[in-house]
């Protein structure tokens, strides 16, 4: 069940009327669970069932942790961590794996064949793996008390609006708001209703439309125009944009209008001055994850090597985010190239701050923005392409200036739409980034003109969430 | 008016409940379907204008209108009559009639989806024509499914698996709970059976219509599975153009793809020629896309025709599309016109006068 369809819209009705209907918070929670696991057996029923094994896990690990002091407490967030990143190597890695031996044997003149999996990822593994994840680390580090209701547990693993593609959540946040009874409030009904309006705009109208043009290009990179190449990987920045952010937009509002509140994914990245800044606005659920238990536990750990250390947790922090992504080189590389970023930046920091010292203050920030744009746009094609020898065509394509094809896909009618969209995207998010409507009337107002606007513009191609796949 | 507000809200909870229950079971929404009275103002849109054209509501703007009358004219045929035709094929052939035919004593139709049952007549002339659209080419004959279902193995194991299979027998606990199958609960049409139990009415038409338009004349879109033709003359079924899809005259397909493709029609081939049919006839019928725009087409039908290890004789259309100068295909419709059947069942004609051996 995606965001974008139609049983998803009345699930969302069902939910949310009984929701508030029911006046304990024991039948919310119960409730909420119940949907929680229609929403996620919808796409493979029997996926619950690894899901469910890695809830009782960590729910088990959970109270255990508690309990022990010492070896044994850190034993069982080992058992923890073992399940969930076990659950995800077999998933999601074990293929990749079992490719890669292959080959490696084939080099040394052997060949070793070990046998691939034929199953289908389960959806959002990896996003519930790692707040499941959070939730032994949190209780483990002390910072969070053991849940000791089972459904409060299952809920804060399974809550349906961010299960599949998150936000991340941490479970400081999560279980206080889950446990508590929140009452009806028409305001939060308003803004949540708004932010999901306009989620599912960046994702229909925007999203979907821009990715006729990233489908077109990134398939026909072999006869397309430099121009159209350049075209294609521009707009796929903008694409996986508004498709995520616009995923989270939907999370948030649906979470919002039974006044829980999640944490923000994104805040602009577009205007980031430079790539550590595009790493505070980007993902910023999954970043701040790895900042917390992998950057910051190996900085410590390795803090006798001086520069080194932040060179090595770096390195190893986004060669993880990159394999985190995707079971492929091309997402290794891609994680790989930011971490280099992040180092570079790290050590010409001082001549940077120097050069930018003696511009106009607005001239250093364009610079800025726009290198940081042009890299992440660059760098985005190893993440769309379907394996390395695809990227490095497409990169080809576009710097061998060739003269093929100019057509991206849509008429330039459409083009100059999807630019004005982009455009007033960005605008909107920079000049407004709040969701709440005071007035009821003029509530009404931009529901009905979204509805409409969502409708007549929307590009209904049944297209997933591009993060799903993760 | 707080009771009423709680009332009104009880009922649409209750509503989105049935709503949700009657898009995911099959048999409601068979119901549902043979019940509503598509002639009156709530009645479901039909596909009375080309199949494209209706899924894509370009129907209401008159675009790719076409008549769907595709009757083929009665053989004029007088001589003796002692062939047995089996034809097995798809919505391109299924309602064509045993009096279209030249010759024959008896004719039956299979559905591709049904295990070729027959009961031959060896004191007559048994052809057998197998005829496969080319977008389902590659899914049905690609993989042994389909060797099983057109062979005596699977007719053998669907026969011992329907009448002699015993049901385990059930201890005194178990037989009193339910057997619960969990897809009861869940249908992968459902988004499609939600439109069609929420908007799919004729009153709300010139809504999808509106949407149509702005896609086709600002856009040069179609909505849903069709495709606008660059010439703006065709629609085209959207799978036919995916560069990645089975189904897709663009897709690259391997020269061991052919190979099992034509393995399999062997195997085929060896089967029936074993039960006594005497002549075995393969028609692939080309997509619209690989006639009118055959710029990076596959070469499909013709890699597997012109292999000299396939044993069927080929009825070959997809030459006759090619070089003929008429229109065989419907322009709204992922089906050919009256020309394009009346070609082939002329064909199939051709050989049942004069067998090719």
Redesign the interface.
Known sequence: MTFNSLQFLVFFMVITLWFFRLKDQKGRIWLLLLGSCYFYMSFIPEYILILGGSIITDYVAGLLIEKNEGRARKAWLVVSLIANIGVLAVFKYYNFFVDNIHAGSLFFGKSLTLPMLKIALPIGLSFHTFQAMSYTIEVYRKNQKAEKNFATYALYVMFYPQLVAGPIERPQNVLPQLKEFRPYKWDNIKEGIARMLWGFFKKVVIADRLAMVVDRTFSHSHDSSSIALFAGILFYYFQIYCDFSGYSDIALGAAKVMNIRLMENFNQPFFSKNMGDFWRRWHISLYSWFYDYVFNPLITSLRNLGQAAIVLSLLITFFLSGFWHGAAWQHIVYGLIHGVALIYEYFTRKQRKKLFARMPKAVGNVIGVSVTFLFVVFTRIFFRAENMRAAMDYFKGIFSFSRGSNYIGMNRLEVCLSVFLVGLMLYRERTLPGYFIRSDKRFYFYTIAMVVICYYLGVFAENQFIYFQF | MYILKKIC??L??LL??V??WA?TSRQAMQFLSEHRDNDMWWGAHQLDHGDLSSISHLDYLNKFHESLKTEVRHTSYTGPKNTVLFLHGDSYTWKLRDTMFDGICDYKFIGWSNPCKYHLDSTKRNVLVIEVTERLLRNYYGNTQIIDQLTDTGIKKKALSEYHVTDPPHTRYSSLLPTID??L??NKY??QN??YN?FNYKFIMP?FG??AA?NCY????A?GDAVISEDKQFLFFKETLD??GPGSSLSPVSDDEVARLVDNFNTIYDYYKASGFREIYLSIIPNTVTIVRPEGYNNLIPRIQNDKRLKMKVIDIYTVCKTTSELLFMRGDTHWNKKGKQKWVDMVNEVLRHPRN
């Open positions: 809200v009880y649409v909870a989105g409940i709503v949700l898009s969990i897809n609960f869940f459902i988004n939600l439109e929420l809504v509106c949407k702005i600002l856009f040069n879109r909505s560069p990645t």
